[in-house]
C-alpha cells in the first residue's frame, strides 16, 4: 500500500527562497566591483599636481597612452576627442577656438594655449610630440592663466626628464600620398640630480587634392600655384633640462624648434609667391 505525502511550505519560507535565489548569484560580481579601483589621474589646472576627481572644475584629460593610441598629433584630433571643444584654423595657422561656445575669433582668442605653462601666442597649431598629457580645462581661467582665457584653456603636458635610467623611443609611419612620418625621444640621466630629454620628428604628405589648373592665371596673373595645393614638410623638436639646485629649488629648461612649410587651411587658396 503505498502512502502520498503532502508538504506545504509557509508563505515566509517560501519568500525567503526567493530573495536567496535572487541575491546569491550576485555575490561574487559585486565582490569583484568593490575589489576593483580607478585608475589615477593626476593634472596640473590649478599650478599644483591634483587628483582629476578633487578638482571642483571642469577638466578634460588625454593621457600619454590615449595620445599614442589615438595618433594625437594635432588640434584637429584634439578637437573630435574632447566634448563642446570646438577648432578651425584660420589662413595663418592660429587656431579659432570656442570651448562650451564661448570663444573669440580673430586676433583677440578666447581659448588660451599653453606648453608647460607657458602661453603660446603665434604656433598653438604646431605639433607637440612627446607628451605626458593633454589638459583642457573649460570655462573662464583668468585667475590663474591671465587674459584671453574667457572660454578656457588647453595645456600641453611634456614628460619630464627622469633619473631613473637611460630611454629611448622611436616610432614610424608611412603610408599612400607619399606619407612619411618619424618621430622619437631619448632621456638621459646626467647624474642623480640632472637629467636630459629630447624629441624630435619629421614628416613628408604629398597631400590628398590636386589642382589641374594650377598654372592658369588668376585675375590676368600667373602665381603658380603648385599641382599638390595639399603637400606639406614639417619638422621639429625640443631639448629639455631638469633638475635640483637645491632642496627647495628646482630648474626645468626647455628650447624648442619647428617648422612648417605647406597650407594650413587646405581650402583657402594663398595668392601670392
Same mark, same amino acid.
Given at each position: 500500500m503505498a502512502t502520498h505525502s503532502t508538504h506545504r511550505l509557509s508563505p515566509l519560507a517560501v519568500a525567503c527562497m526567493i530573495v536567496a535565489g535572487s541575491f546569491g548569484p550576485a555575490v561574487a560580481p559585486l565582490t569583484s566591483a568593490q575589489e576593483a579601483t580607478l585608475e589615477e589621474v593626476i593634472v596640473t589646472a590649478r599650478k599644483r599636481d591634483e587628483n582629476l576627481m578633487?578638482?571642483?572644475e571642469?577638466?578634460?584629460a588625454i593621457s600619454?597612452? %590615449?595620445i599614442e593610441r589615438q595618433n594625437i598629433k594635432g588640434l584637429n584630433k584634439i578637437g573630435l576627442a574632447v566634448p563642446n571643444l570646438? =577648432? !578651425?584654423m584660420r589662413t595663418d595657422g592660429y587656431?579659432?577656438?570656442s570651448i562650451r561656445g564661448l570663444g573669440a575669433f580673430g586676433m583677440t582668442q578666447g581659448v588660451g594655449f599653453y606648453l608647460d605653462d607657458v602661453q603660446l601666442f603665434s604656433d598653438a597649431s !604646431?605639433?607637440?610630440?612627446?607628451l605626458a598629457r593633454i589638459e583642457v580645462l573649460k570655462g573662464p581661467q583668468g585667475v590663474l592663466y591671465g587674459g584671453s582665457n574667457i572660454g578656457g584653456a588647453v595645456k600641453y603636458v611634456s614628460k619630464a626628464p627622469s633619473t631613473d635610467g637611460l630611454s629611448g623611443r622611436i616610432k614610424? =609611419? %608611412?603610408g599612400e600620398q607619399g606619407i612619411v612620418d618619424v618621430e622619437g625621444d631619448i632621456n638621459i640621466p646626467l647624474s642623480d640630480r640632472w637629467a636630459l630629454r629630447a624629441f624630435a620628428f619629421t614628416r613628408e604628405d604629398d597631400g590628398f587634392m590636386r589642382n589641374p589648373g594650377s598654372l592658369s592665371p588668376v585675375f590676368g596673373v600667373d602665381y603658380e600655384q603648385p599641382e599638390d595645393v595639399t603637400a606639406? +614638410? +614639417? !619638422?621639429g623638436g625640443r631639448l629639455v633640462l631638469a633638475g635640483d639646485l637645491s632642496d627647495r629649488v628646482s630648474l626645468n629648461a626647455s628650447v624648442r624648434y619647428n617648422e612648417y612649410d605647406g597650407p594650413v587651411n587646405n581650402w583657402a587658396r594663398d595668392f601670392g609667391h
Open positions: 578633487d578638482i571642483p571642469s577638466v578634460s600619454g597612452m %590615449a570646438n =577648432l !578651425s587656431p579659432n577656438v !604646431s605639433r607637440f610630440g612627446d614610424g =609611419l %608611412a606639406y +614638410e +614639417e !619638422s
